[in-house]
């Protein structure tokens, strides 16, 4: 069981930045693939970005470039970086985590992930 908590969402004005962690709770972190979803009002969730147990990293087109996501097993979290800000990143943003088939196994779909944070809010304003 693992228990994952959000932080560090908040306004920003477009082209700034802001640094979201998910603490995560329970054994064997370093075992499980880690992603950064987001969801906007009236849309579904979508795939933000992943990394692999090794802690490789993967990025939606929308934010390549943009965002960048790590992890740290020692302190069990993970961390998104988040920097040139629009107001179409603006989203409630939810970590996961998946028990990883493999150290080089990363997700996509939101389904594959078996558990899930409460969420933290960003807003990019205009």
């Known amino acids: 069981q693992v228990q994952l908590v959000e932080s560090g969402g908040g306004l920003v004005q477009a082209g700034g930045s802001l640094r979201l962690s998910c603490a995560a709770s329970?054994?064997?972190?370093?075992?499980?693939?880690m992603g950064w979803f987001r969801q906007a009002p009236e849309k579904e969730r979508e795939f933000v970005a992943a990394v692999t147990r090794s802690g490789a990293p993967s990025y939606s087109d929308s934010v390549k470039a943009r965002f960048t996501i790590s992890r740290d097993n020692a302190k069990n979290s993970i961390y998104l970086q988040m920097n040139s800000l629009k107001p179409e990143d603006t989203a409630a943003y939810y970590c996961a985590a998946k028990q990883a088939a493999t150290a080089s196994s990363w997700y996509q779909n939101s389904n594959s992930y078996d558990y899930w944070g409460q969420g933290t809010q960003v807003t990019v304003s205009s």
């Open positions: 329970g054994r064997n972190f370093g075992t499980y693939a």
